[in-house]
């Protein structure tokens, strides 16, 4: 682990007065910041804060927001509610799923990407299928469609590439 991760979760811990009662919320940055919740910061801020290191993981493991697995730049969420799966969101997942060469158990891409999950509802009904891609929610999505919108992430990535 890299010493200026530490560093930056640091920062967070000191923006939150160190307070175990803030461990939520620090978590919640320490997560903005990095994607996910790699174990030996975990560990870290278990130990910064003097509380043990079973109770930041059990607060990590138990809401669904927290991942301890590394996501992608770009975290495609697919509505499979009621109304999304009625109007074809599995043909949106199956078709994500095949343009970026990944499973339901392996859903990150390898260069750190794109992250694709399902989700129970995104409250976007009257959209259905839905998609929401970071912020930007995508709606009546086709395959093809989803598959368009990925193509021009990828794209709009390569000119950020070549620019910097």
Same mark, same amino acid.
Do not use: W
């Given at each position: 682990?890299? /010493?200026?991760?530490? !560093?930056?979760?640091?920062?967070?811990?000191?923006?939150? +007065?160190?307070?175990?009662?803030? *461990?939520?919320?620090?978590?919640?940055?320490?997560?903005?910041?990095?994607?996910? *919740?790699?174990?030996?910061? *975990?560990?870290?801020?278990?130990?910064?804060? +003097?509380?043990?290191?079973?109770?930041?993981?059990?607060?990590?493991?138990?809401?669904?927001?927290?991942?301890? =697995?590394?996501?992608? =730049?770009?975290?495609?969420? &697919?509505?499979? $509610?009621?109304?999304?799966?009625? =109007?074809?969101?599995?043909?949106?997942?199956?078709?994500?799923?095949?343009? *970026?060469? /990944?499973?339901?158990?392996?859903?990150?891409?390898? +260069?750190?990407?794109?992250?694709?999950?399902?989700?129970?509802?995104?409250?976007?009904?009257?959209?259905?299928?839905?998609?929401? &891609?970071? +912020?930007?929610?995508? $709606? !009546?999505?086709?395959?093809? =469609?989803?598959?368009?919108?990925?193509?021009? &992430?990828?794209?709009?990535?390569?000119?950020?590439?070549?620019?910097?």
């Amino acid at each position: 682990m890299k /010493l200026r991760k530490f !560093q930056k979760v640091c920062e967070i811990i000191e923006a939150n +007065d160190r307070k175990s009662s803030r *461990l939520i919320p620090i978590l919640q940055a320490v997560q903005e910041e990095y994607r996910y *919740l790699p174990e030996e910061i *975990l560990t870290f801020i278990a130990t910064a804060l +003097d509380i043990s290191p079973a109770k930041v993981f059990g607060v990590a493991t138990f809401y669904s927001h927290f991942t301890l =697995k590394p996501k992608g =730049k770009y975290i495609v969420r &697919i509505c499979d $509610g009621t109304a999304c799966h009625v =109007k074809g969101s599995i043909k949106l997942l199956d078709a994500l799923l095949a343009k *970026l060469k /990944l499973t339901a158990e392996v859903n990150t891409t390898s +260069d750190m990407m794109f992250t694709v999950e399902t989700v129970s509802c995104l409250g976007a009904c009257g959209l259905a299928p839905a998609v929401v &891609i970071n +912020d930007k929610v995508y $709606g !009546q999505m086709t395959p093809e =469609k989803v598959v368009t919108v990925i193509d021009g &992430i990828i794209e709009e990535e390569k000119h950020a590439n070549t620019r910097a």
